[in-house]
């Protein structure tokens, strides 16, 4: 729930991949697997490292994130708002 329609940044953290959807488009995908950066990148699952600005709409929104493991490692996901933006979770 935003109190407003406006621009905000989306932190979000992942493994292996992840697509971030809100209200149904698409803003966000990245890949954060093991050794998918560089040899021997251990991804970390932290919502400070990567963000996407969205547009909320006043009210009530949809926020989809999808993750996919394609190692046997495990997966893992995490996102944030700023919590000076008012947004309700």
Sequence with gaps: RSPATKAVK???GYSDDA???????PVFAGRNGFDSRY???ASFV???YEEAWV?????E???M???TDDQRFGWGLAA???PEEGIEL
């Excluded at 697509?19 to 488009?25: I, L, P, S």
């Excluded at 547009?55 to 009210?59: K, M, V």
């Design 39 to 41: 040899p021997g990148f």
């Design 55 to 59: 547009t909320l709409r006043e009210g």
């Design 46 to 48: 932290d919502a400070r």
């Design 65 to 67: 994130l999808a993750v």
């Design 61 to 63: 929104n949809q926020i």
């Design 80 to 82: 944030r708002f700023n």
């Design 19 to 25: 697509t971030a959807f809100v209200n149904g488009r």
């Design 10 to 12: 989306l932190g979000v």
